[in-house]
């Protein structure tokens, strides 16, 4: 047997030895994304939130279908030659997810890391091919603005008041092909993270939650990497918003990390926040989706960045550990891609 | 760079290099199961299914705790010496994993693959080790009677009559922890599971629902691996009942495959259908989790056997799709485990 040779670096730290390739991309969204500063780098937005469907999950599930078909074909592959498909959505028992990976047809690991699974994928996504155990991997997710809605708060038809630390949560898909040989960009390492809970019990706080969680990882990534903000053309994180993204600016401050000019957050990316109404930003497993496979990698791909790191934040809360007195812990994993392999 | 070397046997199967060993393992059952054929193979048999918690959710979650907790115990190390932690349960947005994760600190991947995810963390903290990206990995699963009632069908105040085909949710949690190194018994092989979903509709009958997802995984791993049901000492599919697990074997007669007589169900090994008043048998993530991480494991450690498939299966609906009149569709993943390496 061939001697096993460690791909750990630090404490949570995991570097590819042959990092994988994005094969390819492909981002949905639907109408109000479509009118906000990122547009012009989305492949779909949808003129119908219901995507032509009778139910918000029906409409849903179609766009992760959209996201997840459309990269499959930008690789000039067909769905046999996939051999993974990991994907997880924020709806209970993450049908989104388990529904498309019906139609797909492919071996499916289904994940819920809430809106960081798009990281959980791509970090499990590079494992499996870096591991040899395939040469491509299927990784996506997805969110939609009423179905979420109405699982974790109120239905839309209620009228229910948004609080100003509400976020708003993006309606869209996000897929990235990873292949074992291609010319990138590639997913160098990745960052797994731990559950932290500060106490926040506010589920119309969810930046506030889940803050800590992307201290805590972006902090070991720097420690575990021996890297600093600055060795990053781009940092993002997924959906902390304009609230929790302030928190993780000072709290690293704190840890003696200045973050810099080059961070940013998808949450604020993705809307216009005055004119769009939308509180403190964008959230959900859409949010982080739909902005890196098509702003980020786009942006990557035409030489913009030679390397960025991704770090998708999720709120752990379900209405019911909430409504039975529960905090909200929150979750984090960094990934790093970078244009050109040696990077 | 190394060469990667593939790891691939057919379409869904992974052989594991250096297969990963079990370092340990532990199982937590609740009052019924610890009435049933299985009471002495548990480590922990609860007196209470509150578990001296205030909520049915708070008793999953200790359940949990507990099972994990021993299992790192049991093998001497601390919760930090552990690199990752690999679970899900039934309840949405998993909360009892990741609740489970905040307090046991470790880097964490949120999985949900329904009743079949004792496999899928398996198989997953395999390929993690294998791979070389971590030296100990702790898998687990868990799920409540009173948590998944309330939830899938209805509270059990209301007092609902139970259909014949309806399956009792287990109460139980178990775990297991991989490493690197051991003397066993180790996991050889995982095939891993597509979505199926042949039409069933009816919540009440999981069984027929999970039945095709386990004969395409089983009839896939035969293929990949060019061996049959008598290459095992015991092929046992994870909660299927006594309905599914003879839809299993009709079917599989229908692929010229005779299951013969190592074959059985957790479902039905881990109560007496008659004086216990399970109807169909058991079910629930946390049935194929404590019988594994008992009887077993424990058969397999003393010598009773060499070789076992494990296939745990998975309903992956939730209410709300089934209120919106779609299907159920099932997955199943299957994990290959030897007493010894190079059985």
């Not at 390397?307 to 909200?328: D, F, K, M, N, W």
Request: charged content about 20%; aromatic content about 6%.
């Amino acid at each position: 047997m061939a001697k096993r040779q460690s791909k750990r670096l630090g404490k949570q730290t995991l570097k590819m030895q042959n990092p994988p390739a994005i094969l390819s991309h492909a981002s949905v969204v639907g109408t109000k994304e479509a009118q906000g500063p990122l547009k012009d780098w989305f492949d779909v937005t949808l003129s119908d939130d219901m995507c032509g469907k009778s139910t918000f999950e029906q409409a849903e599930n179609e766009i992760l279908l959209t996201a997840t078909r459309m990269a499959v074909k930008r690789a000039g592959l067909a769905q046999d030659d996939v051999h993974f498909f990991l994907a997880g959505d924020l709806l209970n028992q993450i049908v989104s997810a388990s529904f498309a990976a019906r139609e797909l047809t492919m071996p499916f690991f289904g994940l819920y890391g809430a809106c960081s699974t798009m990281c959980e994928s791509l970090s499990l996504g590079s494992i499996l091919i870096d591991g040899g155990f395939a040469d491509t991997v299927l990784c996506a997710s997805c969110s939609h603005f009423a179905t979420a809605e109405r699982q974790y708060r109120n239905p839309l038809e209620l009228g229910s008041q948004r609080p100003p630390a509400a976020q708003w949560t993006v309606t869209g898909a996000g897929s990235t092909l990873l292949g074992a040989e291609g010319k990138g960009p590639f997913v160098e390492m990745v960052t797994v993270g731990k559950v932290n809970d500060w106490g926040i019990s506010d589920a119309n706080n969810m930046g506030a939650a889940m803050a800590p969680a992307a201290v805590d990882t972006l902090f070991t990534h720097f420690e575990d990497t021996g890297r600093r903000p600055e060795d990053y053309d781009l940092i993002a994180t997924g959906d902390l918003g304009a609230i929790g993204s302030e928190i993780l600016r000072e709290m690293m401050g704190q840890h003696g990390i200045d973050m810099g000019p080059h961070y940013t957050d998808c949450g604020l990316e993705i809307y216009d926040r005055e004119a769009q109404d939308v509180h403190a930003g964008g959230s959900g497993c859409g949010c982080v989706a739909s902005v890196l496979n098509s702003y980020l990698l786009k942006r990557l791909e035409q030489g913009d960045f030679e390397r960025i790191l991704v770090c998708a934040t999720g709120a752990l809360h379900s209405p019911t550990t909430s409504l039975q007195g529960e905090t909200i812990p929150g979750i984090a994993h960094a990934v790093s891609i970078v244009r050109r392999k040696g990077e």
